[in-house]
């Protein structure tokens, strides 16, 4: 069964561009393992500088048996030292698909 992952992220102003920079690179290799990226948001009203991603999973072990790959890929301490450079706060959210979406 398809799970939407849904992810809120919080970011440093000043880091806005290096945190675009590093998910470029981390989504090519999330993708690379089935992930599939939906949607890449930045608010333009509201809490600025928060960024949502919209994920689909195969199922709710997808997500687990992505990290585990991206943790041992060579470029895993880098992405993720930048991210944790960048990054205030991430929210996660998994989430079932409506009947009424197309």
Do not use: C
Not at 62 to 84: C, E, N, T, Y
């Amino acid at each position: 069964m398809t799970t939407y992952l849904h992810v809120t992220l919080e970011v440093e102003a000043t880091g806005m561009a290096r945190f675009i920079e590093t998910m470029g690179e981390a989504v090519s290799l999330l993708e690379g393992w089935g992930w599939k990226l939906h949607g890449a948001f930045v608010q333009r009203t509201g809490k600025l500088n928060t960024v949502i991603d919209v994920w689909e999973l195969e199922d709710f072990g997808h997500f687990d048996r992505g990290l585990q790959q991206f943790r041992v890929h060579p470029r895993f301490s880098a992405i993720k030292k930048a991210l944790d450079e960048t990054v205030k706060s991430e929210t996660i959210v998994f989430a079932d698909r409506l009947s009424y979406m197309r």
